[in-house]
Nanobody, 128 residues
Framework: EVQLVESGGGLVQAGGSLRLSCAASGLFFDDYIIGWFRQAPGKELEGVSC????????YYSRSVKGRSTISSDNKKNTVYLQMTALKPEDTAVYYC?????????????????????WGQGTQVTVSS
């Protein structure tokens, strides 16, 4: 059974940093693309970043590019999303998702319909 568990969310002041973690189990990690999504209250789910564990290709949405870094530790089956210079508009529930067939490239976007497995989410709240 594939399981994804996010952690690292919390309350932080604007300008601060957080590192979100997505721990995966029940899958051969190297075969998977891991995506990060977020959903703010009253808004649609937004894909913000992804990493292809096969070739380390990454993607960032315009909303987080330059402020976030996605990385993967294949020994720990964990993907990280380091977020800096946080803004109140970054407040959302952050989800990680996994699939072997998703497309992740610097010039792509992150599409929720490409991911079969999802975590339960972690809340990020940025105060002004």
């Amino acid at each position: 059974e594939v399981q994804l568990v996010e952690s690292g969310g919390g309350l932080v002041q604007a300008g601060g940093s957080l590192r979100l973690s997505c721990a995966a189990s029940g899958l051969f990690f190297d075969d998977y693309i891991i995506g990060w999504f977020r959903q703010a209250p009253g808004k649609e789910l937004e894909g913000v970043s992804c990493i292809d564990n096969a070739d380390n290709e990454t993607y960032y949405s315009r909303s987080v590019k330059g402020r976030s870094t996605i990385s993967s530790d294949n020994k720990k089956n964990t993907v990280y999303l380091q977020m800096t210079a946080l803004k109140p508009e970054d407040t959302a529930v952050y989800y990680c998702a996994a699939d072997t067939s998703a497309y992740c490239s610097i010039d792509s976007n992150v599409r929720e319909d490409e991911y079969a497995f999802w975590g339960q989410g972690t809340q990020v709240t940025v105060s002004s």
